[in-house]
Each structure stands twice: as structure tokens, then as C-alpha cells.
DNA sequence: TAGTGGTCTAGACCACTTC
DNA sequence: AAGTGGTCTAGACCACTAA
């Protein structure tokens, strides 16, 4: 059942090396000793040396640049994620001028956040959602969240065109929406947000997701799926995010039902 | 950054046998062609063939059974874990006979439960949870849960001696517990679970956990930890669940915070 | 140009399952 | 005993980075 059965050369090298790492002998950011030396540091085929940087790039403990290197990763602190952050006082408008203010295109860096919005039509899924047809438009909002440097997830916002239609929300420039922005503009056309729905699952990240996160093939993600409502029941929006899934804790507290 | 510098053959194959299974030629359970056969099919070695069939393990596609071969993977249905799971009508104390109704020591199958029941000293977690000094004594009851013939998680639930000495709840035997029953037997003691708090995040399995829920390398797990209250606010309960990822969705809805 | 990561081959041996 | 997955070696070549 487990695949472990052997403890071969390459797993012991990538135990004495994430004990390394983790006990601070390799600080984030440092090099490691380039394959061919670990090969020949520990008496085995190059292969064998190439297998156990391999493991720990899986496990995320490091992060290698073709024709540079290996690096030990950054240990990001974790993120907790209560309902708190949702909180009327935290809605704000940030307005973040980046750079010299030019824009390009629809595609803008924006603080923390990268952003880019379609009117698309609405699939099977946001048409549930949000309550109306399939095929139905939709305005998307779709970002990359970043922290310290290093994406940690990706947030697309869907939205009923009506519901949007002629506010900021529609326009990917900067210092439109931030933390909080999206949900004081739908408050300022009376569609407040007051109920929260999420969904979370865990899974492993497609090529795409790895791309874009930034993260290896071991390293899981969580999808989120949330819908809002106003206090009548009425959705107004439906977001998918894609967490690294080291990088957050989500904890959620309730009364029992009877 | 990324990892696909190259499209070898390992990847392609991979590619192939992927199409094979998400388009139904490989249907869930099909054993796969072994490493050799793949190897001599595609006219590669048998190190770019394995490789190959460790893309798709690391993607969830398929698990390996040492010795035995490579399998497409079980699409198991998934079940939606909400707040309704807890609700005071579904609490119950289920009996359960097993077998001829011999039991063997302190492991016993109960159902679709498997459990086990200890006195130890409270770690540091654990005793911070359930507001006691660490190293105070506490029944831990660990259970793997299982569904279809095939564990979907492991739960252990922590309880304050004092709070169940005596009770059923150290009884390891079938027929005390069960889901629900936990509360149940607690509300006898006059310490009826009121509010919950669960921290969820994902990641990896150990090797043990792998072995366990009978989950290949490439599948990550849900790690929830759990605290039940009295309407007091006192804690009665830590638990702390290993879930199979790929077989839960966890859903929650709550009020915006001011 | 030198250094580094990524991949592949051909052959070998080991660990485990199944019969 | 036969079949299968897992690992390792030794050598080779390719793709990319940095000076």
C-alpha cells in the first residue's frame, strides 16, 4: 500500500537535507550544493542525488532555477481566515497608484494584486449561483493575490452584468476594488452582502495552477467556493479562489443545530 | 519556474494514459499496462515509463500497488460535510453487533468504525484546547471511519477525564458510540455540546496516514481540529480528523461580522 | 563559455504480491 | 516461481542562466 518500502539513497539524502533546512543549517534563500556535488558528496549516481532535490521540491522546501540552482524556499508565516475578514469595518476603497500610473491594458498590478476583468456568459455552475440562466452575461474579476512576493491565491469574482454594470467594478484599473473594495461597491448600489456561503475542498494543482502560484507538484491547493447574499437571500456574488493550501488555516465557528 | 522546460516522452505518455482515463478508455479500477509492457508499447526505457506512471500518481489518477500494478483510481461519490452534521436530532446511541459479537481486546470493528480508547497525559495542544494544564489527564478516542469498504478519514476526540470516567465513552466495545453518540453521552453528564469551532487546513499525508486510509502518495488529506463547547463556552471536546481529501466537501454559511 | 537543472537509456537488483 | 512496482548506476545529451 504505502510506496515506501525502500529508505534508499535519495530519500535519506532529502531527509539530511530538509533536516538542514529545517533546522536552520540552510536559511531560506540559500543555494544548495548544485546536483552534481551532492552526487559526488554522498557517493551516488547523479541521478540518485537529482531524484532527492526532486522530493524536497515536491514536499516545497525548495524551489529551483533551471540553469541556476536550487534555493531553499521562504518558510511563509500562515495566514488564518475567520469571518472576521469579511467585516463591515473592513470594507474600504484602497486606492494604490503603482508605479508611474500608466496602465496597460486590462491587465494592471494593483498593491498586492494583479487583475484582469471579462463579461463572459455565465456556465451552468455561476447561473446556479447567482440565480439566473446559463448563458446569462456575467462580469468576471479574476486577480492574483500576493504576499511577501509570492502569490498565494487566486480569487475570481462573478457578478450579475446588471448588478455591476456601469460601477468601478467593471474596470480593471487600479485601486478599484483591494480587500474589502468589491464589497462596499456592491453596497453602494444597495446589494450589500450579508450572508456568506463557502464551500472548501482540497485537491492537487493543475499545471496551470502550479504556473500561476508559483508552487511544485506536491504541494496541494484549496478551492474555495463562496457565494454572497444579501440580507433578502438574494445572490450577488460568486467567487472561486485557489489557495496554496500551506499558506492558510480556515476556521469557522457555530452553534448546533437542532 | 515551471517545471515543463522539456515534453520528453515521460510526459507524454503520461499525457496518453491521462486521456485514456479522463475520456473512459481506463475506466475507475482498470489496472493499467505494467511498467515494461508500457516501456517496450512506447519504445522507451523502463525509467522513462515509470516515470510516467508516477506523473499520473502524483496527479491522483491512478494508485500503485506494490507488487501488484498500477491502477486507475476509484471516483468515490463525495459527501458534503455542514453544520446539520451535528444537529441534536441525529444524536443517537447506536448498537451495533458485530460478527458472533466477540470482541478482541480494546480494537473492536463497530459498524463502520474502528476505535480505540486511551488514558494519556494532555500535550500542550490539546490541554490549551480544552483549557487544562498540560499533562493533566485525558481519554482520547481515536476511530477510522470508513464508507463503502474503504476509510475515509480517522477522527480522535479528546475529552477532560473527569468529564467521562465512568461513562460508556471509555468503553472501547461496539455499540456505545457511533456518529453522534459521542454528544449524546456527553449530554447525559449535563455537558451538552452547544457551539463548535473547526480550524481546517490541507496538506500531505504522513506515510502512517497513508497506510491507514489506504491513499496513495499523491493524495492530500484534510487535517480539522475541532472544540466543542458547552452553551458556557466551556470545552468538552478536541477532536482532531485526518480526512481522505478527494471524498469531502466542507460547506458553511454565516452573518457578515460588523 | 562554464555551470546547473532536466531528461533519457540500458541494465541491474530489490521488495512485494499472487498463484 | 512469475509478475510487478521501486530504486540505483554510469554515462549521455539537452535547455537554460549568468558572467
Redesign the pocket.
Known amino acids: ?1 504505502s ?4 529508505t ?5 539524502i532529502a531527509d539530511a537535507l530538509r533536516a538542514d533546512i529545517t533546522e536552520g543549517r540552510l536559511p531560506p534563500g540559500m ?7 551532492l ?1 559526488e558528496q554522498y ?12 522530493i524536497l ?1 515536491n514536499e516545497g522546501f525548495v524551489t ?7 534555493y531553499v524556499r521562504a518558510a511563509y508565516p500562515i495566514r488564518r481566515l475567520g469571518p472576521e475578514r469579511y467585516a463591515r469595518s473592513r470594507w474600504a476603497v484602497t486606492t494604490v497608484v503603482v508605479g508611474d500610473g500608466r496602465q496597460t491594458a486590462s491587465r494592471e498590478a494593483q498593491g498586492d494584486q494583479t487583475q484582469t476583468v471579462d463579461l463572459i456568459e455565465a456556465d451552468e455552475e455561476t447561473a446556479a449561483a447567482l440565480d439566473i440562466a446559463a448563458g446569462d452575461p456575467v462580469y468576471r474579476r479574476a486577480r492574483v493575490i500576493t504576499r511577501d512576493g509570492q502569490p498565494t491565491h487566486t480569487m475570481a469574482s462573478h457578478y450579475r452584468q446588471a448588478d455591476v454594470e456601469g460601477t468601478p467594478l467593471t474596470d480593471p484599473s487600479p485601486g478599484i476594488a483591494g480587500p474589502g473594495g468589491g464589497f462596499w461597491r456592491l453596497a453602494e448600489q444597495g446589494l450589500a452582502p450579508h450572508t456568506v456561503t463557502e464551500d472548501l475542498r482540497a485537491r492537487m494543482p493543475s499545471k496551470e495552477e502550479m504556473a500561476l502560484l508559483g508552487i511544485g507538484a506536491g504541494e496541494p491547493v484549496v478551492e474555495l467556493r463562496r457565494v454572497m447574499r444579501t440580507e433578502d437571500g438574494r445572490p450577488v456574488e460568486y467567487a472561486i479562489g485557489v489557495h496554496v493550501a500551506s499558506r492558510f488555516v480556515w476556521s469557522y465557528t457555530f452553534d448546533i443545530p437542532d
Open positions: 500500500m510506496p515506501e518500502q525502500h534508499g539513497p535519495a530519500r535519506r543555494k544548495l550544493p548544485a546536483v552534481r556535488d552526487a557517493g551516488v549516481s547523479r541521478n540518485t542525488a537529482a531524484k532527492a532535490v526532486t521540491l529551483t532555477r533551471y540553469g541556476s540552482g536550487t
